[in-house]
């Protein structure tokens, strides 16, 4: 089966200007998960999706950034305006359901200069 | 607050040796915990899970873990290393019991030596 999808790759930005990261979780999966991971540390939750609603956004901090997931399938997470500090690799996840494993794409690299 | 310890920021070890990687966690009750395997470029991969049960774990590539609750410690294991297992692997633990809300330790970077 495919796995989670997330474009672009990489991305190079410079400061306040705003940038779209794109997820497509495994199919069929209803719980997705957006997790900012900066270099040296581990990934922090940012907002978990169930279905199309917002089931913990508590750590986005949402004068910047802001996520949905419209039919409650594809995903995009945007920031704007960006800052040095959101310099990170940013995951997204996916699970069969709530309380069940969740797995991990690629991740969107993200510079800010 | 629940928080998740990997002391060992870089570890080194020859390929063919036994690997061992520490994690700790600071929470009265048991979570649910996990490792992860992030290699360069590339998604975490779930290595494996404790829930409840027995405290020894397997997992996939021949990973194992072991719980013990009275060290607060779920330290991850390999009998002999490949050079295919560098990569960084993250300790996680969900309080909830759900596997939804994870916290991740700050990693480990595993190096292999030919």
């Known amino acids: 089966e495919a796995g989670v999808a997330q474009s672009p790759r990489y991305k190079i930005i410079e400061k306040r200007q705003s940038v779209a990261f794109w997820c497509n979780p495994i199919?069929?999966?209803?719980?997705l998960y957006w997790y900012q991971q900066i270099l040296g540390q581990g990934p922090k939750l940012l907002i978990q999706?169930?279905?199309?609603?917002?089931?913990?956004d508590s750590q986005l901090p949402k004068d910047r950034f802001s996520a949905e997931r419209l039919k409650g399938v594809d995903s995009t997470l945007k920031i704007q305006p960006a800052k040095l500090e959101d310099s990170a690799v940013y995951l997204c996840?996916?699970?069969?359901?709530?309380?069940?494993?969740?797995?991990f794409g690629p991740g969107t690299r993200l510079l800010v200069l | 607050a629940q928080s998740v310890t990997q002391p060992d920021i870089h570890i080194t070890v020859s390929e063919g040796a036994s690997l061992e990687l520490r994690c700790n966690y600071s929470?009265?009750?048991?979570?649910?915990l996990f490792w992860y395997v992030q290699s360069p470029g590339q998604g975490l991969q779930l290595l494996l899970k404790?829930?409840?049960?027995?405290?020894l774990v397997q997992g996939i590539k021949g990973f194992e873990a072991e719980f013990k609750r009275s060290q607060s410690s779920f330290n991850l294991r390999k009998p002999s290393v490949h050079w295919s297992d560098a990569a960084e692997y993250f300790c996680?633990?969900?309080?909830?019991?759900?596997?939804?809300?994870?916290?991740f330790g700050t990693g480990t970077r595993l190096q292999v030596t030919l």
């Open positions: 996840a996916s699970s069969l359901m709530y309380q069940e494993t969740q797995y």
């Open positions: 199919s069929g999966h209803a719980t």
């Open positions: 404790y829930f409840s049960g027995d405290t």
């Open positions: 996680a633990v969900d309080k909830t019991g759900t596997a939804s809300k994870l916290t």
């Open positions: 999706f169930q279905n199309n609603g917002v089931v913990d």
């Open positions: 929470y009265g009750a048991t979570p649910y």
